[in-house]
């Protein structure tokens, strides 16, 4: 497989996707069927994702597919080329606020990860890495991460995970809200990875992602330094759901070590 | 005073003021100069502030203006037509993010908010309003707002109010945090105002917040139907800082009657 003729292809796809939601997610519209608003978010939902399957069946059929909506086949295994698709992520975003929800994408040959997308349909900014060859917002080379003190960090993490909950020791979560620079919190997991990723953010947490939260986005988290792992530090499953923390490298174990620890 | 010229007068300054900081605001420049990024937003800060004290007193020198820079006269009364003028809302996203910042501008008549102005620079994007004459967000009419069940709320609230803090119950607010559809923080007030009244969020809280942060956004509030009073119910003190709410009219006295209740 010529990399750069998937990149190519995979981007095309991409945009026209973003063209279609934008066309289809009329402002009028939404605001005048609020009580449809939930109905319409999921019916753009599985239409991208039949976009994209169709057109990824007609580049190359051998080609495997696992959405968040489910519309392709059950993916078992990594083996060949899989592409892990997430149509619009933050649909309470693009309910309610017409933005801040992305198409994330990531492609992976043979378990590797090669491509990965994070494009923010609303502002078409598109946040995107080919392994080995670094990583891009838009036409700028996207930089490595230089390194953040925990004090001058801005976290993106849930208010969840402040309260007492039974994933993660909310005391440390507290520490580490007092101790930052800042936090934020902006409803789309793909948006908080594009963020970290391009220097914006300098983590983000989570609880309970699925792969296509965040396939896209651990390649281009590679390509610039960012250490993306689950809570225990491992790899993330990406076949199945787990924890999971994105990080400058500078403050990722020191965070997982004092702030973002698991109960088992 | 003729109010549509006044309006006229402070978009077109607005528009000028942010085109300037966009100029100023050079991507490369900011990541290059990592360690004087505080130091640019301060001159940025302040240089948008004087440009539109020149240009309020070339209009009008028997104006009053009230900036978070303090580049204005003493302000001890709204007697008069007083403008209130946060030129950068959101300096570390300016810094770090460089996208999430607001001009934010109310413009008072003897103590009546007549005109309210939040600008998101990087967007290009304007929410205003015009006492008794209504608001937009661009060219489009802002609606009034539709009442909103706390089930289905989002809420703009910073995590370190979901944390103990001397100034309100935080149970409580863990209470609203899982009651809720969802929360968000963005690290701007005018922004998370503006997305109130626009109806992307439901409500926003603040601890502390000085007249430039909202003087704005209240004035669009009043118009949308939003209801804004510190943190007591009652309303904002304009000279000085204070508890912030401004939320859905169908959630705010349950917020402040359940959930987010002041200490004293």
Request: glycine fraction near 8%.
């Amino acid at each position: 497989m010529d990399i750069q003729q998937l990149d190519q292809f995979a981007k095309s796809i991409i945009f026209e996707a973003g063209s279609r939601i934008r066309q289809a997610f009329s402002y009028n519209l939404v605001i005048e069927t609020k009580s449809g608003a939930n109905d319409l978010v999921t019916n753009i939902d599985r239409e991208t994702e039949l976009f994209f399957i169709d057109k990824i069946r007609a580049f190359d059929p051998s080609h495997k597919i696992l959405g968040e909506e489910g519309m392709g086949e059950q993916v078992e295994s990594l083996d060949g080329i899989v592409w892990i698709i997430d149509p619009i992520d933050g649909t309470m975003n693009f309910v309610k606020q017409h933005r801040h929800f992305m198409i994330s994408i990531g492609i992976f040959i043979n378990g590797i990860g090669k491509l990965g997308y994070i494009f923010d349909v609303m502002r078409e900014d598109l946040f995107y890495a080919i392994a080995g060859e670094g990583a891009w917002y838009n036409e700028s080379p996207l930089r490595k991460l230089t390194s953040v003190k925990i004090e001058e960090a801005v976290i993106g993490i849930n208010a969840h995970w402040v309260a007492p909950n039974r994933h993660i020791h909310h005391e440390k979560v507290i520490d580490m809200v007092r101790k930052v620079r800042g936090t934020r919190s902006y409803g789309s997991a793909a948006m908080e990875i594009a963020f970290v990723v391009s220097g914006k953010l300098d983590a983000y947490v989570s609880m309970r992602l699925s792969p296509w939260d965040i396939a896209g986005g651990t390649i281009i988290a590679h390509e610039v330094g960012a250490v993306a792992t689950n809570l225990h530090g491992e790899g993330f499953d990406f076949l199945h759901q787990d924890t999971f923390i994105i990080a400058n490298p500078s403050i990722h174990k020191e965070l997982l070590d004092k702030y973002i620890v698991p109960y088992e």
